[in-house]
């Protein structure tokens, strides 16, 4: 009797452990605001990890509908909505990491990321510009 318990207690821990993943639609917020600024749709395709944003709240008609007229590859003159702003991290133990892999829309400039989960809700997104870096913080929802 004691094996089937441990038996079924393995493979619930399993399930449990396989279910926390980045993939998702996540909630990001306004700087220093309980504000919900997008949704963002985390995913992964060919081994590595990407997202895009595909809605906005909270502000103006006009920045919903920008388009990426910074940037300077594929993306230039291109909706915002929908755009894949991360792009190709690859998994690294516990965390995604990459070079080059997070897009800021407004200015068009790319930084180095590093993405992780801290519990199964909140997803940590950090940019690095050489050693100074900003992590952002994403609810589940």
């Not at 992964?44 to 007229?69: R, S």
């Amino acid at each position: 009797m004691m094996k089937y318990f441990l038996l079924l207690s393995f493979m619930i821990f399993g399930l449990n452990s396989f279910s926390q993943s980045v993939e998702g639609i996540w909630e990001t917020y306004h700087e220093g605001s309980d504000k919900i600024k997008s949704d963002v749709k985390v995913y992964i395709q060919d081994g590595k990890l990407y997202a895009k944003i595909i809605k906005f709240y909270n502000m103006p008609e006009a920045e919903k509908n920008a388009k990426c007229t910074a940037c300077k590859d594929y993306r230039k003159n291109k909706p915002v909505v929908g755009m894949i702003f991360m792009d190709g991290l690859v998994q690294s133990g516990e965390e995604w990491k990459g070079d080059a892999v997070l897009l800021d829309p407004k200015n068009g400039k790319e930084y180095d990321g590093v993405v992780w989960l801290e519990n199964e809700n909140k997803l940590a997104v950090r940019g690095y510009l050489g050693w100074l870096y900003e992590t952002k913080y994403w609810k589940r929802k």
